[in-house]
């Protein structure tokens, strides 16, 4: 066992000198394939327990205010609209609809995209124009066509009128003089959706557990491999930590939405948007920024005809599908229990 254990490390490590990336820390991973695996593997990494920014502490009352915040119908204009009605926490963070109506005005509008595992990604929003799930919380609540609350100080209004507000805030937000500020309920929203994460049987496999996939999943995680989807696919989030063009190598098959160019002014950045998560992706339909594709193995075809100029046979599309479906993880249901309302 021992030997054949070395055997396949070393093997992986010269597949991956080959392929000019590390090689996974346990080798071991991936059983009878694992020499394929374990090089490839060492482009992924398993969820972190929170998207957390280095070096700042967890702060819990911050994270309870967060939660009551994302749940809270108060800060949309007509008092029925909350995060949750597009985020459905018990619906894997997304609302299944294709678009919400006329997004920022934008034709066609976009993809409500999931708050899990998305706090990590290397910026919010398809086109990725907020920094942060910090910065990002604050756009929906004053937007027109999502929250609609006419200015800050409105929802501020709201806020301060109820004592259980004011007394969470100030216990999240203890050294502050006027606790309920605007720039402090992003922060308390972002702080809840840092816990946002649903690690699955990827992680496990990516562990070092290699009964955590089936074979047909393990044959699926290969010919992703194969077809080269992790150059843009990779890390903890599988997606989320760049821009790429949609319709690399073929045009993509719609021109409404120029993209991350409204964003950055640049010519390059035309059709450009953020790589998305495939975590639980079997979960997030309708697909692509537009939401204009419902099927996910249709998702995959079109994925290999425009980004990597290959038409892929529906026996390798649905072979890929089958391990993208390792990646549905837990919800966290404890965490995103519906507060106690406050008064
Ligand atoms: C009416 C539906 C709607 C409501 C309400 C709404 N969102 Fe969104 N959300 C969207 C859409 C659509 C997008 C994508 C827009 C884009 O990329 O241009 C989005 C994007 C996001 C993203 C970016 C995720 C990523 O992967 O880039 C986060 C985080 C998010 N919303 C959190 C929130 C929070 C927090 C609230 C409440 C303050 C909220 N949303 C309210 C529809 C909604
Ligand atoms: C060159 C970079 C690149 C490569 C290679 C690539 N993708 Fe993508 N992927 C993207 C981008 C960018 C998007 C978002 C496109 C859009 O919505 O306009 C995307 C979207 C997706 C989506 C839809 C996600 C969602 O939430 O709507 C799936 C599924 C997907 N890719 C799977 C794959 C698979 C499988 C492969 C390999 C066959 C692959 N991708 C190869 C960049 C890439």
Redesign the pocket.
């Known amino acids: 066992m021992i030997q054949r254990l070395s055997a396949l490390a070393i093997l992986g490590a010269l597949l991956a000198a080959a392929c000019g990336t590390k090689p996974a820390s346990d080798t071991t991973v991936g059983g009878e394939s694992a020499t394929v695996a374990a090089a490839g593997l060492a482009v992924f990494a398993p969820l972190p327990s929170r998207m957390e920014v280095k070096g700042e502490p967890v702060n819990e009352q911050k994270i309870a205010l967060g939660r009551a915040l994302f749940y809270e119908t108060l800060l949309s204009d007509g008092h029925n609209v909350s995060c949750n009605s597009c985020h459905a926490l018990n619906g894997f963070g997304a609302d299944g609809r294709k678009a919400s109506l006329g997004f920022n005005g934008r034709p066609g509008g976009r993809?409500a995209?999931t708050v899990y595992n998305a706090a990590g990604h290397v910026a919010q929003f398809?086109d990725g124009r907020a920094a942060d799930v910090e910065a990002q919380a604050k756009g929906p609540i004053l937007n027109p066509v999502e929250m609609g609350m006419p200015d800050t100080a409105a929802v501020l209004k709201h806020l301060r009128a109820s004592a259980t507000y004011a007394a969470s805030f100030r216990a999240a937000f203890p050294e502050a003089r006027e606790p309920v500020t605007y720039d402090n309920l992003g922060s308390a929203i972002g702080a809840f959706e840092r816990g946002l994460v649903t690690p699955a049987r990827w992680d496990s496999y990516l562990q070092g557990d290699s009964a955590a996939l089936t074979g047909g999943e393990k044959e699926g995680l290969q010919t992703?491999l194969a077809?080269?989807?992790q150059?843009?696919?990779m890390g903890a989030y599988v997606?989320g930590d760049r821009f790429?063009?949609?319709g690399?190598v073929n045009a993509?098959f719609s021109q409404a939405d120029s993209?991350r160019i409204a964003v950055t002014k640049d010519a390059n950045d035309l059709f450009v948007?953020?790589?998305?998560?495939?975590r639980n992706?079997e979960k997030?339909g309708p697909?692509?920024?537009?939401g204009s594709v419902a099927n996910?193995g249709e998702?995959?075809r079109l994925?290999?005809h425009h980004?990597?100029g290959?038409e892929?046979n529906p026996a390798d599309v649905q072979s890929?599908v089958t391990w993208?479906g390792s990646m549905t993880g837990e919800l966290p249901l404890s965490y995103i229990a519906f507060p106690q309302k406050p008064k």
């Open positions: 993809n995209p398809w992703f077809a080269g989807c150059g843009c696919h997606g790429m063009k949609a690399l993509w993209g948007f953020k790589v998305p998560s495939l992706i997030t697909y692509f920024h537009d996910l998702a995959v994925m290999a980004q990597l290959k892929m890929i993208l």
